[in-house]
């Protein structure tokens, strides 16, 4: 896998598309070398049989006497040939395709993997899943569909055109200019026709998809608040505009492969009018004659994919043109060159922090200071949009400060790595994501190596553990899409099992007890306890019991600290 | 045979392919037109081989000059023209054979999905939804567009040819008669298993794309935990697996192609070999010899290239699975009322004796009575799994009570025609869905004829929404996305209580968030739910003890049934569960 980081704006797509194939070159020219013998044979096996009756009629009407055995063993031996030469094809062909595939999502992940979360924040959740995949699977077109079939039909084609030199110059131009009308011009024109449409579709198709996934979420809304039917008119019009770019490209599919057939045929028939001159001449006999002509009639078949095999690249290019600009974004933060070392102990420094996200006009933090000294707690209040959470996301490094500076113990956070620094942190927020697998799984993302007895104790110093274990496979219970079999209350305190399991120095609480009832809630804040016990902490709360917690309380508005308060004034709030 | 999975396996592909045929007679002129044209061109190309035999019978033999053979190439460039066109032609038919396949039977999906409803909806993964109606609707077209006609094309032409090439040579045509039904039958040989791997591997495919995809989503908490490395090498040991699955399928599934071509090629030898040979001892004529030549690899071009659409008929079997099965789930109710309800004011809403219970299981609500007078706000209180949201799917009529009526002024709501009913119940529900597109649009989902301008800003003003939606860079031309990013949780209530507003509907029916916002946004929304209570007949899910001192009255659910009910001094009074409760919210700070 190329690691080279090419962060210019506009990478071609297809070079792209050939650096991330670079791996596996190797199968893609067995590919391309097999599909090339297959069409060669076939060539060969057609010739070979015309002109093989051909001769054989002269000699029975003749009686000239005729060595049949090579010409009749090489027709089976071509037949089975191809037949075997197709089967490799397929597979080889196959192969490198699920290859580039592992290779491709691999590479999609890591290079996804540094603009997370912050470059990735404007894509919708479900749209951008959706387009991914979609992309992705396009992608296969590009070397099943594209480069096989473009690389074999060169291949051949300059191999039948010396065969054909040989014979005569006059009928191997004149199957040169035909290969190249079906193979190139109408190829060309097919794709350029192509192009717009290929775009529409799948355009309309992200749209439709987008409209079907709202439409099921929100049928109560529509159907209390909505006119079902303009939704449905909405639907029906979505559905033209996808079927519309779609009979624009059938049409161009059934023009270009009916006017395929026809130059081909004209091809073939312009040869055997040249070769019946040269017969009457005496520069070819009879059979050779008719060798020709099945030639010129079998050589089309190299170049019989290109059309769609080039319309295909327009549906790819744009897959390939998506993928690039999602991965092609600036991270938001730059890793330093020579990291520092992991600092020792944890003060916490924000020192005239500002930010603005980009294409913001208001800032989301400005002039932002506050210590913290190890093992104290610091909570943040403050109005949705104040910037409560935009000192989280500069304190785990996933955004970086415009100016101003933020230091970890003595060392500033520009110098630490990303990775050193969320490995000092611990984060429990509102949204607790279980991945789709068993709970222990889940758990030991925290800490791969943890015995069971530490997983044991952090889930009951979260509380969970009964609860765990009351399910009937324990541990091993699959999460299942969205957790649907646990409750706000286990999640979150899964959350912060996983939490106490990473055992970090720092504890950063997002919001940790939202939506939660007083019982549970009181269940988790006890967790949450334990968790924050002689660890630094930032807690962003509304709620008196975890504020209580805190040694210090700032209170954000508008991107500034509008009044900081020591703990005996929250009583007062 | 014996294995029962792999009988039913078989059953159900049956079934499949049977729904799928059953679709297609909707569409029967265009797929006949488009078989008929494939005939036609069948029937051209005979007549070209004919006429090229007699050019090279001609020349290559005869050594006759090219002007005897004028008249053949003419009528060969004619028939040339004429293929193209009706290639072009078929081609088009089926394509608007299947684009009407597709049409109908989205609409017909999402017609049933609205049948079904917000009871169905509210379990169902959307995304997979979407994957169904437009990925799977479109992985059927290959089936009827691809496979059927060409199916039918692979007897028609091959038979044809047939009959022409038996009364030019004999052993020719028994040669490729006896190959041709094999061809069919090792492909339903292999076919069968393939079938059976096919589907094992469609379902890895699934998971393997549902694992990449979530640790998509989930790429945050992997970067938390330091582990988006590790997890990045998983999944290309993932894919790396599948591919050797894959492959696996793969070598046998090719195999019944391999197989058609390998009959097909070695029978095509077979001819050239015999004819040569009969040629040499002059059994035939040259012109039948290599008329039949021409027409053999013609003879197996459609039976070899239905391989190809035995896959696309693998996947439309793949994909169709679902669709029918969504297309089979019945709706849990049938609405039946159609009086047309009139409402002046604000009614009074009944539950008089309310049963209710999912089938077959037991009752969430049991002999519910409860009276909401007129314009009064009533909060409904009580653990998770009392009923509470039981009781507002019913009063929406999203569900139909077991047992018992709710009316309305005295009409039953079974009587009332659903849409009538709708026109007059706004909702507030815990997470509002935004849909794409601009919040103008996301207040007003149903624009009002008149007045909309002025509506549209008054209720937004009155959800506290107005000041957030100025500042937004587009005002109420800003487009939200359909899971309303962008906007904060506190934005996304203000904005569903402005479609509220908008809708000015006499009857609101609010399910509280649980989940408690910053203490501006609370405010605002507090105060715009007060606002909008006013004048309506409101109930709430409640969780807020605001929002619960405030209302006319206080039920209190437990088990499906109304343990306490009263107002909020009273309550307090009686010193029952509610005052429990209420003392348990005030140590939480709630």
Redesign the interface.
């Known amino acids: 896998m190329s690691r080279k980081q090419n962060h210019s704006p506009k990478q071609n797509e297809l070079r792209w598309l050939y650096e991330i194939s670079r791996p596996y070159l190797g199968w893609m020219l067995a590919g391309v070398l097999l599909a090339s013998t297959v069409i060669l044979a076939n060539v060969a096996?057609?010739s070979v049989?015309?002109w093989?009756?051909?001769?054989?009629?002269?000699?029975?009407?003749t009686g000239a006497v005729?060595n049949?055995f090579t010409?009749?063993a090489a027709?089976?031996g071509?037949?089975?040939l191809?037949?075997?030469g197709?089967?490799l094809e397929?597979?080889i062909t196959?192969?490198a395709t699920?290859?580039l595939?592992?290779?491709l999502?691999?590479w999609f992940?890591?290079r996804?993997?540094p603009l997370?979360?912050a470059r990735?924040?404007?894509?919708?959740?479900?749209?951008?899943?959706?387009r991914?995949?979609?992309d992705i699977d396009s992608l296969e077109n590009a070397y099943l569909r594209i480069v096989t079939p473009t690389l074999a039909a060169l291949l051949s084609t300059v191999l039948m055109i010396l065969f054909l030199l040989w014979w005569s110059p006059a009928i191997a131009l004149t199957n040169l200019i035909g290969l190249m009308i079906v193979g190139l011009i109408l190829p060309w024109l097919a794709l350029h026709l192509g192009m717009n449409s290929g775009k529409q579709i799948v355009e309309a198709?992200a749209a439709?998809?987008?409209?079907?996934?709202?439409?099921?979420?929100?049928?109560?809304?529509?159907?209390?608040?909505?006119?079902?039917q303009?939704r449905?008119d909405t639907?029906?019009e979505e559905?033209?505009a996808l079927?519309l770019p779609?009979?624009q490209q059938?049409?161009i599919?059934?023009?270009s492969?009916?006017?395929t057939?026809?130059f081909s045929?004209?091809t073939w028939?312009s040869m055997?009018?040249i070769a019946?001159?040269l017969?009457?001449s005496g520069m070819l006999n009879?059979?050779e004659?008719?060798m020709l002509?099945f030639f010129g009639m079998a050589s089309f078949e190299a170049v019989a994919a290109l059309p769609i095999a080039f319309r295909a690249l327009g549906e790819t290019r744009s897959a390939a043109r998506r993928i690039l600009d999602l991965v092609d974004a600036e991270p938001a933060v730059i890793e330093p060159i020579n990291p520092a070392a992991a600092p020792q102990h944890f003060d916490i420094r924000f020192d005239g922090v500002c930010l603005t996200y980009p294409g913001n006009k208001q800032p989301a933090l400005s002039d932002v200071t506050f210590h913290l000294k190890q093992g104290q707690k610091l909570a943040i209040?403050?109005?949705?949009?104040?910037g409560k959470s935009s000192l989280t996301q500069l304190l785990?490094k996933?955004w970086a400060p415009d100016s101003g500076q933020i230091t970890i113990g003595d060392t500033n956070l520009n110098d630490l790595s990303?990775?050193t620094v969320?490995?000092l942190?611990a984060?429990v927020s509102?949204q607790?994501?279980l991945?789709?697998t068993t709970l222990a799984a889940n758990l030991y993302?925290?800490k791969?190596d943890a015995t069971e007895e530490e997983l044991l104790n952090a889930c009951r110093a979260a509380a969970i553990l009964d609860d765990i274990l009351a399910l009937p496979d324990g541990f091993e219970t699959e999460v299942g899409?969205?957790a649907a079999r646990l409750?706000g209350g286990q999640i979150r305190r899964i959350g912060i099992a996983?939490a106490l399991l990473?055992d970090a120095p720092i504890v950063i609480l997002d919001e940790p007890t939202?939506?939660?009832?007083?019982?549970t809630?009181?269940e988790v804040t006890h967790a949450l306890e334990r968790l924050l016990s002689g660890r630094t902490a930032l807690i962003i709360t509304?709620?008196?019991?975890l504020l209580t917690l805190a040694d210090q309380i700032i209170l954000m508005d508008a991107g500034r600290v509008s009044d900081t308060r020591r703990n005996t004034d929250v009583i007062n709030i | 045979m014996a294995n029962p999975a792999a009988m039913q396996d078989k059953e159900q592909t049956r079934q499949l392919d049977r729904w799928l045929r059953s679709q297609a007679k909707t569409v029967k002129r265009p797929l006949n037109t488009a078989v008929m044209l494939g005939s036609v061109n069948g029937f051209l190309l005979i007549a070209?081989c004919w006429m090229?035999a007699q050019?090279?019978n001609a020349?290559?033999?005869g050594?006759q000059?090219?002007t005897t053979?004028w008249g053949y190439?003419a009528g060969?460039?004619g028939l040339?023209?004429l293929?193209?066109?009706v290639?072009?032609g078929s081609?088009?038919f089926t394509?608007?054979a299947g684009?009407r396949l597709?049409?109908e039977l989205?609409?017909r999906l999402?017609?049933h999905?609205?049948t079904l409803?917000?009871a169905?909806?509210?379990n169902?993964?959307?995304?997979a939804?979407?994957?169904e109606?437009?990925?799977g609707v479109?992985a059927l077209d290959k089936y009827f567009s691809l496979y059927l006609p060409q199916m039918q094309l692979a007897i028609i032409i091959p038979a044809a040819i047939l009959i022409f090439v038996f009364p030019f040579d004999w052993i020719s045509g028994l040669v490729l008669a006896i190959t041709a039904p094999l061809l069919p039958v090792f492909m339903i040989i292999i076919g069968n298993q393939t079938e059976k791997l096919n589907r094992a591997q469609w379902r890895s495919l699934s998971r393997m794309?549902?694992?990449?995809?979530?640790?998509?989503?989930?790429?945050?908490?992997?970067?938390?935990?330091?582990?988006?490395?590790?997890?990045?090498?998983f999944?290309?040991q993932i894919?790396?697996d599948?591919?050797l699955q894959?492959?696996k399928v793969?070598?046998v599934a090719?195999?019944s192609?391999?197989v058609l071509?390998?009959l097909a090629?070695?029978s095509?030898?077979m001819v050239?070999?015999y004819?040569?040979?009969r040629?040499?001892?002059?059994d035939i004529h040259?012109l039948n010899?290599?008329f039949v030549?021409l027409l053999a690899?013609e003879f197996y071009l459609p039976l070899r290239s239905m391989g190809t659409q035995f896959h696309a008929r693998m996947d439309a079997l793949g994909a169709v699975e679902p669709i029918i099965e969504l297309l089979n789930t019945e709706p849990s109710t049938q609405p039946t009322g159609a009086i047309e309800l009139q409402l002046e004011h604000a009614p009074q809403i009944t539950f008089s004796h309310l049963d209710f219970a999912y089938p077959n299981r037991d009752a969430v609500i049991r002999g519910l009575n409860l009276d909401l007078p007129a314009g009064t706000h009533t909060a409904l209180i009580g653990?998770?799994g009392a009923g509470k949201s039981t009781v507002g799917q019913l009063l929406?009529g999203?569900l139909t009570p077991t047992d018992g009526e709710i009316l309305i002024n005295d009409t039953p709501l079974s009587k009332i025609s659903p849409h009538s009913w709708?026109k007059r119940?706004?909702?507030l529900?815990q997470n509002?869905?935004l849909?794409?597109g601009t919040i103008e649009d996301n207040i007003a989902?149903?624009r009002r004829s008149n007045g909309h301008a002025d509506a549209l800003h008054q209720a937004a003003q009155n959800a506290h929404a107005l000041d957030f939606i100025n500042r937004l860079p587009n005002g109420f031309q800003t487009i939200v996305?359909?899971?309303g990013?962008?906007l904060?949780?506190?934005?996304i209530q203000r904005i569903a209580l402005a479609?509220a507003f908008y809708?000015d509907a006499p009857v609101v029916l609010l399910d509280e968030?649980?989940?408690?916002?910053?203490?501006?946004?609370e405010r605002l929304i507090t105060d715009a739910i007060a606002r909008l209570s006013s004048g309506r007949t409101m109930l709430t899910i409640a969780?807020r003890l605001t929002t619960i001192e405030r209302s006319d009255q206080i039920v209190v659910l437990d088990g499906g049934k109304i343990i306490e009910q009263g107002t909020h001094e009273a309550l307090l009074h009686a010193n029952g569960a509610y005052a429990e409760r209420y003392r348990?919210?005030r140590?939480?700070?709630?």
């Open positions: 096996l057609l049989s015309g093989f009756i051909t001769a054989m009629a002269i000699s029975g009407l005729i049949y010409p009749a027709i089976r071509l037949a089975i191809r037949t075997v197709r089967y397929r597979l196959h192969e699920f290859r595939l592992a290779g999502r691999q992940f890591e996804l993997e997370a979360p990735l924040q404007y894509y919708q959740g479900g749209d951008l899943l959706s991914i995949r979609a198709r439709l998809r987008q409209r079907t996934s709202e439409t099921v979420r929100g049928l109560a809304e529509i159907t209390l608040y909505g006119d079902p303009q449905m639907i029906h559905n033209s079927i779609q009979r059938n049409r599919d059934a023009g492969t009916a006017l057939g026809l045929q004209l028939l055997i009018v019946i001159g017969v009457q009879g059979p004659l008719v002509a209040r403050g109005a949705s949009g104040s785990l996933f990303g990775d969320r490995a942190c984060v509102q607790v994501h991945f789709n993302l925290a791969p899409e969205a409750s996983r990473k939202e939506g939660l009832d007083a019982a809630e009181r509304h709620r008196p019991h | 070209q090229l050019v090279l020349t290559a033999i050594h000059p090219i053979v190439l060969m460039i040339f023209l293929r193209a066109g290639n072009y081609q088009r394509f608007e684009a597709r049409t989205r609409a999402f017609d999905i609205h409803g917000p169905w909806s509210r169902q993964r959307s995304g939804r979407a994957t109606v437009v990925d479109e794309g549902a694992h990449f995809f979530d640790m998509i989503e989930g790429l945050t908490t992997l970067k938390l935990f330091n582990a988006a490395q590790r997890e990045a090498r999944i290309g894919a790396e599948y591919r894959t492959m793969l070598r090719f195999l192609s391999m071509e390998f090629a070695i095509i030898a050239a070999v004819v040569g040979f040629l040499m001892y002059g040259y010899g290599i030549l690899p653990a998770s929406l999203f709708h119940v706004a909702w529900p509002p869905t849909f794409h989902l149903n996305g359909d899971r990013q962008g904060s949780g506190g934005e479609r809708k968030p649980s989940a408690s916002l910053d203490p501006e946004s969780h348990q919210y140590s939480a700070g709630l």
